[in-house]
Nanobody, 124 residues
Framework: QVQLVESGGGLVQAGGSLRLSCAAS????????MGWFRQAPGKEREFVAAVNWSGGITSYGDSVKGRFTISRDNAKNTVYLQMNSLKPEDTAVYYC?????????????????WGQGTQVTVSS
């Protein structure tokens, strides 16, 4: 079992930055690939970014490439999402997720554990 707790969300103006954190506890964190997803009102959950177990391999959704960076610190059992050049369309609840696989996936159904989510609101 893995417990995930996100933090760092909030209200920011367009063009600004936020860094989300996801603290993991429970079973071994360092062997799990991790991902970030987001869901805006009335829309389906969308893949944002994923990182493999070591942090050496990352992937991003097309809408955030070049603006967001995912990273992890296995010593701290934490994964991060640095979000720069934020746009109003980035407004959503952001979820951290963990998979038993060692490599991340863009598909939400391949993740086994989910956090409660953190709200990010970008004003224009």
């Amino acid at each position: 079992q893995v417990q995930l707790v996100e933090s760092g969300g909030g209200l920011v103006q367009a063009g600004g930055s936020l860094r989300l954190s996801c603290a993991a506890s429970g079973r071994t964190f360092s062997t799990n690939a991790m991902g970030w997803f987001r869901q805006a009102p009335g829309k389906e959950r969308e893949f944002v970014a994923a990182v493999n177990w070591s942090g050496g391999i990352t992937s991003y959704g097309d809408s955030v490439k070049g603006r967001f960076t995912i990273s992890r610190d296995n010593a701290k059992n934490t994964v991060y999402l640095q979000m720069n050049s934020l746009k109003p369309e980035d407004t959503a609840v952001y979820y951290c997720a963990a998979t038993a696989k060692t490599y991340g996936s863009i598909w939400s159904h391949e993740y086994d554990y989910w956090g409660q989510g953190t709200q990010v609101t970008v004003s224009s």
